[in-house]
């Protein structure tokens, strides 16, 4: 199983652009399917963005959608989230999920489904 940490969070001004890194220690990262997560205090843990094991199909939460990108580089064992046109609405908690498939082209966005997390990295956007 694989451990995942995260890094690249901070505090910007509204507008501006920051991107997420997911490092991944284990073997195998290329059998996962990934997503990032974010979380606000009171609210339940909500899916930003999800990539397949291989990296040819992606989604986004409608929120997001246009405005950030997932990406991941199975030879690095890193997955990206590069986040731009930043709103205060962004503020929140940003953890990297994996989960084990044998699926190449699945997507999963329900919380539930992911077994391995990271210890999740701030995001503060400021107007």
């Known amino acids: 199983q694989v451990q995942l940490v995260e890094s690249g969070g901070g505090l910007v001004q509204a507008g501006a652009s920051l991107a997420l890194s997911c490092a991944a220690e284990g073997r195998a990262f290329d059998t996962y399917a990934v997503a990032w997560f974010r979380q606000t205090p009171g609210r339940e843990r909500e899916v930003v963005a999800a990539i397949s094991r291989s990296g040819g199909k992606s989604d986004y939460a409608v929120s997001v959608k246009g405005r950030f990108t997932i990406s991941r580089d199975n030879g690095k064992n890193m997955v990206y989230l590069q986040m731009n046109s930043l709103n205060v609405d962004d503020t929140a908690v940003y953890y990297c999920?994996?989960?084990?498939?044998?699926?190449?082209?699945?997507?999963?966005?329900?919380?539930?489904?992911?077994?391995?997390w990271g210890r999740g990295t701030q995001v503060t956007v400021s107007s």
């Open positions: 999920a994996a989960v084990s498939t044998a699926q190449d082209m699945a997507l999963f966005f329900n919380r539930r489904t992911y077994n391995v």
